[in-house]
């Protein structure tokens, strides 16, 4: 794997919910990313962060929340505002942020249902 | 504005076939270019990356690609293709925390024939 973890695979929301996806790395890297994927597209940033307890929106942040308590961890929030979450979220790491050209690894990705 | 554009969408090629995925970049400066592969419901896995120096970059999985400042692209190569190369490949364009601006490509769809 990427050394990076997410969970769950496989996750269902009612209209009106909130949910929150896992992410969790092991690698002692600075910088987290949430992307989001929908069926023949590429991947959209939905926001990042490159130290702990700091983050910056992304190309479409509206209607998801995050934060970064710990370097390990960087969970994403759907909230009932995202009109259209239904999507395959990809969460990725990198050692470090800024304008440089780190490499990014990705999960193994969460497929969120709307039903 | 930074950008990558990928301009087939879907190829098809039969097995044992050459192959040629192609990606076209907009930067501003020097960029850092990189390629992945997405099998069905998995996350993007690293094939190669291009920083500096020599142009020509080897990847994993017998996957080459090169770098031409002229031509503004990317390309991704493999001289024989393998059934379970059959995959979505994206290119992309660092760096990553760039927000706004189109850091993936939309993909390209590889299918292989028998």
């Known amino acids: 794997d990427g050394g990076i973890t997410q969970s769950p695979k496989y996750l269902f929301r009612k209209e009106g919910q909130n949910v929150t996806l896992s992410c969790e790395q092991n690698?002692?890297?600075?910088?987290m990313y949430w992307y989001r994927q929908d069926p023949g597209q590429g991947l959209r940033l939905i926001y990042y962060s490159q130290i702990v307890n700091d983050f910056q929106k992304g190309d479409i942040a509206e209607g998801y929340s995050v934060s970064r308590e710990k370097k390990e961890s960087f969970p994403l929030t759907v909230t009932s505002a995202q009109k259209n979450p239904t999507a395959f979220y990809l969460c990725?790491?990198?050692?470090?942020?800024?304008?440089?050209?780190?490499?990014?690894?990705f999960g193994e990705g969460s497929w969120l249902t709307v039903v | 504005a930074q950008s990558v554009t990928q301009p087939d969408i879907h190829i098809t090629v039969s097995e044992g076939a050459s192959l040629e995925l192609r990606c076209n970049y907009s930067?501003?400066?020097?960029?850092?270019l990189f390629w992945y592969v997405q099998s069905p419901g998995q996350g993007l896995q690293l094939l190669l990356k291009?920083?500096?120096?020599?142009?020509l970059v080897q990847g994993i999985k017998g996957f080459e690609a090169e770098f031409k400042r002229s031509q503004s692209s990317f390309n991704l190569r493999k001289p024989s293709v393998h059934w379970s190369d059959a995959a979505e490949y994206f290119c992309a364009v660092g760096p990553f925390t760039n927000a706004g601006k189109s850091t993936f490509g939309d993909g390209t769809t590889l299918t292989v024939k028998p």
């Open positions: 930067y501003g400066a020097t960029p850092y």
């Open positions: 990725a790491r990198s050692k470090n942020g800024g304008n440089s050209g780190n490499t990014i690894y």
């Open positions: 690698l002692n890297h600075d910088a």
């Open positions: 291009y920083f500096s120096g020599d142009t």
